[in-house]
C-alpha cells in the first residue's frame, strides 16, 4: 500500500565494524512517520504516523502492512481544520509552518504486549485546550492480528502559545512496572502570549486551573488502572520527546532548548525533582528573555549532565549538554544482551537529533552514542557522533540487537541543497554488525 520514492538521499557512512541498510520507505502518500516501537515478542518494528495511522513492517523483509487507520479510532472535535497555522516568520524556519491540528507523538508496547498510542487533540473555544487521548490495544499477539486500540485515559492543558504546543509524546513502561509519560512545555520560555484564543498563563504548574500542573513533565500512570488523575513524576523539562532507563534503572531524557541559543540537556532524572524549565537553562543560565518568569522561592533546580564530548559541542569545551537547536528526539538505551552492535555500544544510549529548524548553521541531523560515567564524583556523558547527515532522524529502537533510525522525511540540510525534502517521505534504516 506505500510507493517509494525514487529522491531517497543516500546512506550515510556506517560506523566502524557496522553496515547499514534502507528497511522501509515512506511515499507523499502516507502520513509522515514520527515514532517506531518493536514489538516484544515478535521483533516486528511498528511506525506510527503523526495522524494516528499505524504501520507494522517486519525488519527481516521489509514488508509493510497498514495494520491501523488514525480515523478508525480517534475522537475527533468539531472544527473548520485538520491543520492550523503557526504565528511563525516563513524566511526563519525551513518547514511547512503548520500543525495537525490532533496530533499523534507516543507509541510504545508494554510487557503484556499491549500497544500504547498518545493523540494530542485540539479542542477550540473561547480558551484552547490540548485534550491528551492515550490508547491501548489488547495484546498484539501475531503479526497478522488486528489492532483494536480503545481510550485508556485522557487529561487536558491549556493549548500552547505560538508555535510552542509541544504536546503529549514519548509513553514507555518503567522497571516499576507503571507507564511513563512525557508532556512538553506550552511555551517557548515561560511567555504568556498575546493570542485571544490562549490561556495567558504562560508556563505550568499552575494547580488552581484543570490540567495547569501537567506540561513541561514527565508523568507516570498505573497500568492496572484505566481513566485516571496522571502523578507528576518530574518537572522542568522542556519537551522529553525521548527517555528511557538504563540496566541499573537510571532513567536518561532529552530536552529541547528554547528559540534562545541556550543548549539542549540530558538530564538524569528522578523523582520529585525540577529540572529548571522555564527559570533557568543548560548549567544555570538565565533565560535570554526579558519577559521570563521568576524563579519561585525555595525550589532548587537539578542541573543537566555535562557533556565531555567530543559529540554534540559546538567547540571543545564540556556542555550541558549538547548543542543549541538540534532538537534532541529519540533516546534508547542498548543493553549488553543485545550482542548485535560491536561491543563498544553496549550500556550506552543512542539519541537521534532531529537537526535545526531555525535558519541557523546547520547542526544535528545525526545519531549520537552517550556514555554514562562518573567526572569529580557527579554523574556526566561522554558523546560520540555514530551517523551523520541523516534525513531528520525522529525516533530510534533496537530490535533483536540491531538499532533502528527514523527518518521523519528527506531534509538533509537546514537551508540551501539538501533542505528542499521536507514534504517527502521518510525512511526506516537499520544499523547491524558486519560480524
Known sequence: MMGCESSAPRLPEAPEGTRLRSVAEFSTQDQEPVRVAAHPGTGDLYVLGGGGDVTRIDPRTGSRRRVLGGTEYVVQPRREAIHIPLPIDAKWVNAPITMRATLFLGLGFDRENRLYIVANVLLPGKDWINRVDIYRTPPVAAPEGALLPKLWTRFDHPYGVGAFNHGACRIA???????????????????????????????????????????????????????????????????????????????????????????????????????????????????????????????????????????????????????????????????????GLPRRYEYGFFVARFGNLVNYDRVGFDVLHLRLEEEGGKLAVRAERVLDRLARPIDLCVSSGKLYVLEYCRQTESSGPGSEGYTLGGRLLEVSSTD
Open 173 to 339: 513502561q518503567g522497571p516499576d512496572g507503571k507507564i511513563y509519560l512525557g508532556v512538553g512545555s506550552r511555551t517557548d520560555h515561560g511567555e504568556a502570549g498575546d493570542q485571544a484564543h490562549i490561556s495567558k498563563l504562560g508556563e505550568a504548574p499552575h494547580p488552581d486551573i484543570p490540567g495547569g500542573e501537567f506540561t513541561a513533565v514527565i508523568l507516570r500512570f498505573d497500568p492496572a488502572r484505566g481513566q485516571q488523575t496522571p502523578e507528576v513524576y518530574a518537572r522542568g523539562i522542556r519537551n522529553p520527546f525521548g527517555f528511557d532507563w538504563d540496566d541499573r534503572g537510571r532513567l536518561v531524557a532529552v530536552d529541547h532548548g528554547p528559540m534562545a541559543d541556550h543548549p539542549e540537556e540530558l538530564n538524569h532524572v528522578r523523582q520529585g525533582k525540577h529540572y529548571g524549565f522555564p527559570y533557568v537553562f543548560g548549567n544555570g543560565e538565565k533565560p535570554d528573555y526579558p519577559d521570563s518568569p521568576r524563579p519561585p522561592e525555595g525550589v532548587l533546580f537539578e542541573p543537566p549532565l555535562q557533556n565531555l564530548g567530543p559529540g554534540g559541542l559546538r567547540g571543545d569545551h564540556p556542555l550541558y549538554s549538547l548543542s543549541a537547536h538540534a532538537a534532541p528526539c529519540g533516546l534508547v538505551f542498548y543493553p549488553a544482551q543485545s550482542r
